[in-house]
């Protein structure tokens, strides 16, 4: 059997009203901002239960907008994990400010417990990273936040409709970043992303930001960039968004479906599942022991497992600048030679999972 981990021939595979909804959309000529946008938008707030929502050319502008929102200046420290996709970092950079990393916990995501050491009078702004489709533990960052009042903007580019206590990952802070790049789980057909914010002064700013800063067509209020979410990619969103609650439940469903067969491998450990998450599975991620000989048995087998990442984004050449050295983040190093991705989408099917614990099982016996 093959096992792909991409998708997305299968996913739109019978998107022919699709297509004619994009016919009808070329016919009106309405490219840029326009009517198909606000409804995603309207749409999307809805989904996520925020007053606003702002669509946005990626998943990196959608974290960088509401940082700029917050004029930090060259010195200030923004705290973030130690163990995320280098979109966050490079959104991060894109301001100019020192970036400041803490470990992970085995959810993936920060472990908020070491957020008070690092925080000191240059630290403007937290980003906690849903990572793999985990939350961050929202409730104890959030009284961090309040205590030293720093505000917090949530990296949820891997979390959509993920939450703690039914509330939603992108809901807790000042605002929330979503991606809507082709691999997340929901995703349109080229680059994209959304902001989500309560707060009505942020969502006038990023309406200027994402749109040069004009206030109308003739008047320049702010300097701004052009970092509009396309309307063509809005059509895709807005024919997507009615199937997102389905999408996370048949992830989570498939998740749980390889937890209750992976578990009863001893070399194979789950990470903890709290009652009171909701995991959406962007990643299905667990331990295992001799991870590189099962990585290659399974690409051997055709099931095309991968590790996110081999190599912490704190270690990247990239990054040599910051200092760091492998040791610094003990947890994060540990889970780079420990972790392994399986195929876990809504796409997949029982056959499939079947034969990845099946292969898994092969190997360790
Ligand atoms: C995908 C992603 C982003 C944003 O990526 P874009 O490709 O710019 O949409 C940011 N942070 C994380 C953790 C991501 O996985």
């Not at 973030?80 to 990393?101: C, P, Q, R, S, Y």
């Not at 417990?113 to 489709?133: L, M, R, S, W």
């Not at 807790?172 to 309560?198: C, E, M, Q, R, Y």
Request: proline share 4%; aromatic share 10%.
């Amino acid at each position: 059997m093959k096992i792909n981990y991409s998708y997305l021939k299968r996913q739109f595979k019978d998107a022919d009203d699709l297509w004619n909804k994009l016919k009808k959309f070329v016919q009106t000529g309405d490219f840029t901002l326009g009517k198909e946008l606000k409804i995603f938008e309207e749409n999307f707030a809805k989904l996520i239960g925020t007053e606003y929502a702002v669509g946005v050319n990626s998943g990196t502008d959608a974290i960088k907008l509401p940082l700029k929102y917050l004029n930090l200046k060259e010195g200030d420290e923004v705290i973030t994990a130690a163990n995320t996709f280098v979109a966050t970092i490079g959104a991060i950079n894109e301001l100019g400010v020192k970036i400041v990393f803490v470990d992970c916990d085995d959810t993936f995501c920060m472990n908020v417990d070491q957020i008070e050491d690092k925080i000191n009078e240059k630290t403007k702004a937290i980003v906690p990273v849903h990572f793999t489709g985990y939350m961050t533990n929202m409730p104890k960052l959030n009284k961090i936040s309040e205590k030293y009042n720093i505000p917090v903007i949530e990296d949820a580019c891997q979390s959509i409709l993920g939450s703690i206590d039914n509330k939603k990952a992108g809901t807790w802070g000042l605002a929330g970043a979503f991606s809507l790049h082709p691999l997340k789980n929901i995703n349109v057909w080229s680059d994209g992303g959304v902001i989500v914010t309560n707060d009505a002064d942020v969502y006038k700013n990023m309406l200027l930001l994402r749109n040069h800063g004009l206030k109308d067509r003739d008047n320049v209020e702010i300097l701004g960039y052009n970092s509009r979410l396309d309307t063509f990619q809005a059509v895709v969103g807005n024919w997507l968004l009615p199937d997102a609650v389905n999408i996370s439940n048949k992830r989570i469903k498939n998740a749980h479906y390889l937890d209750k067969h992976l578990k009863k491998i001893p070399q194979i450990k789950i990470p903890p599942r709290p009652e009171n998450y909701r995991i959406v599975y962007h990643l299905y991620i667990v331990f295992a022991d001799k991870r590189n000989e099962l990585l290659d048995f399974c690409i051997k087998n055709g099931i095309e497992a991968k590790v996110h990442y081999p190599i912490p984004i704190y270690r990247q050449k990239a990054l040599s600048h910051l200092k760091y050295v492998k040791g610094d983040f003990p947890i994060t190093d540990l889970h780079a030679e420990k972790i392994i991705t399986f195929p876990c989408d809504q796409h997949r099917t029982q056959e499939e999972l079947d034969y990845i614990i099946s292969v898994v099982k092969k190997f360790y016996s």
